[in-house]
Nanobody
Framework: EVQLVESGGGLVQAGGSLRLSCAAS????????IGWFRQAPGKEREVVSC????????YYGDSVKGRFTISRDNAKNTVYLQMNSLKPEDTAVYYC?????????????????WGQGTQVTVSS
């Protein structure tokens, strides 16, 4: 059974940090790119960051560049999203996705598997 389980969300003050984790199982993790998406109430889901399977190259959405860092540990089948200098506008449910035929997919439609999400709330 394929599973993507996000964790690490919570409530933090503006300027603070959180590290999200995405633990994967049920598929060959090394062969899959991972993308983080987020969705705030009343807004469309947007790409946050992606990391490729082949060379670990990364992509960041404009709103998080310089503040967020994505990384992967293939030995642990886990991807991390380090979020620094958090802003109230970062408040959203964060989802991780796995795609076998994508490098840096900016649409969830490009991915094969999705997690249930973890809530991040940034207070001002």
């Amino acid at each position: 059974e394929v599973q993507l389980v996000e964790s690490g969300g919570g409530l933090v003050q503006a300027g603070g940090s959180l590290r999200l984790s995405c633990a994967a199982s049920g598929f060959t993790f090394d062969d899959y790119a991972i993308g983080w998406f987020r969705q705030a109430p009343g807004k469309e889901r947007e790409v946050v960051s992606c990391i490729s399977s082949s060379d670990g190259s990364t992509y960041y959405g404009d709103s998080v560049k310089g503040r967020f860092t994505i990384s992967r540990d293939n030995a642990k089948n886990t991807v991390y999203l380090q979020m620094n200098s958090l802003k109230p506008e970062d408040t959203a449910v964060y989802y991780c996705n796995a795609g076998g035929k994508v490098v840096h997919g900016t649409s969830q439609l490009e991915y094969d598997y999705w997690g249930q999400g973890t809530q991040v709330t940034v207070s001002s």
